[in-house]
């Protein structure tokens, strides 16, 4: 009964920088992954990037790769998404999600936050 809360979304220019936070309650040690989520009006929602603890990695949907890092601060329960090099098209809701094993379904979903990104 893991619960999730984003922040750190906000409007800023394009290549801009912004890092998103995502808190949960109690520990995320148990979870196999942590990732975060990206919903656009008239889209599907769609990965952004994921961490894995152990063994530990990460994965970037392929249109952020080398602007995003994800990372995970286990003491503080909590998991980032830097965000650098901003485009007009970064700009969605954003999610952080979990998984509690590898094939599992992303099961624990956070409320959200804004992210807009101006030309």
């Known amino acids: 009964q893991v619960q999730l809360m984003e922040s750190g979304g906000g409007l800023v220019q394009a290549g801009g920088s912004l890092r998103l936070s995502c808190i949960a309650s109690?520990?995320?040690?148990?979870?196999?992954?942590m990732g975060w989520f990206r919903q656009v009006p008239g889209r599907e929602r769609e990965f952004v990037a994921g961490?894995?603890?152990?063994?530990?990695?990460?994965s970037y949907e392929d249109s952020v790769k080398g602007r995003f890092t994800i990372s995970r601060d286990v003491r503080k329960n909590t998991v980032y998404l830097q965000m650098d090099s901003l485009k007009p098209e970064d700009t969605a809701v954003y999610y952080c999600?979990?998984?509690?094993?590898?094939?599992?379904?992303?099961?624990?979903w956070g409320q959200g936050t804004q992210v807009t990104v101006s030309s």
């Open positions: 961490i894995v603890s152990h063994p530990s990695s990460t």
């Open positions: 999600a979990a998984k509690s094993f590898k094939g599992a379904r992303w099961s624990e």
């Open positions: 109690g520990s995320t040690a148990s979870s196999y992954a």
